[in-house]
């Protein structure tokens, strides 16, 4: 098969799965959605004691990255239900190339909707904001929203890529979804600054408008990326050692 007919077969495998589709979806309708009603009710009265507009702006990426991390997830560890895996390498024998237009697809699809999430989510919320309210023109705004994109694509990646290490849906969004909501809260309480490194407080400095800390908004994203290619080189070795 041709690079994009194997491209063509995993947007087809996406689509079709309501478990991938529903979560990508949910990347873009959960971030708009909350941040509308963040900003709707609390917004002001938030931004009155002083904290960080633009950072608060993006409070319904929480929730975002959770459906993220589901749709990266769905997407690989469907392979591994019903022997679909050895249909899919019997179409593609060349497993580098299988994982790569995989991970491709994952990938792109995430950005698109996250980047989709961000800018929306941003315009919309600030539009209940008042006298508070930021523009695309603010300093950090347009590379809040960008990076915000990325962001979420990394996690999606980085999700897959663990799929495809563990062969297992559940064991990842079990090791995930309570790594971020509540292990790297209470981490950054006992290690301090190295809590800073951690894949989801690493990416997010690019969503402050003056990030505070050892990693700035790029570099913080730059250890994120890092996380992201060490999950993806891992799934890659993986899936070409083991038996499908």
């Known amino acids: 098969m041709t690079t994009t007919a194997v491209l063509h077969s995993e947007w087809i495998k996406i689509r079709s799965l309501r478990g991938s589709l ?33 950072f608060g702006a993006f409070y319904a990426l929480n929730f975002g ?7 990266g997830t769905t997407a690989v560890s469907s392979e591994y239900v019903n022997g679909a895996l050895r249909i899919s390498l019997a179409a593609v024998p060349r497993r580098g190339a299988f994982y790569a237009a ?3 697809m994952v990938g792109a699809l995430a950005l698109v909707a996250g980047l989709a999430a961000t800018f929306v989510s941003f315009v919309a919320g600030q539009a209940f904001m008042g006298k508070y309210a930021l ?12 990076g915000g994109g990325i962001y979420l694509a990394l996690m999606a990646l980085f999700a897959a ?8 849906g559940v064991a990842v969004l079990s090791l995930l979804i309570p790594f971020i909501l509540i292990v790297s809260f209470v981490f950054v309480d006992v290690a301090g600054s ?4 951690l894949p989801d407080r690493a990416g997010q400095q690019v969503l402050h408008a003056n990030p505070e800390g050892t990693l700035g908004p790029w570099t913080g994203l730059g250890v994120s990326a890092l996380w992201t290619a060490a999950a993806l080189l891992a799934g890659w070795w993986t899936l070409r050692r083991r038996d499908a």
């Open 161 to 168: 890529g663990l799929a495809t290490v563990l062969r297992s």
């Open 65 to 71: 990255q959770i459906a993220a991390i589901a749709f």
């Open 102 to 104: 995989k991970m491709a």
């Open 135 to 146: 523009g695309l023109d603010d300093p950090g705004a347009v590379r809040a929203c960008a």
């Open 22 to 54: 529903g979560s990508l979806l949910a990347v873009f309708v959960a971030t708009v959605a909350i941040t509308v009603l963040a900003m709707a009710s609390v917004g002001q009265a938030e931004a009155d004691n002083g904290e960080d507009l633009l």
């Open 194 to 197: 190295v809590a800073d490194f």
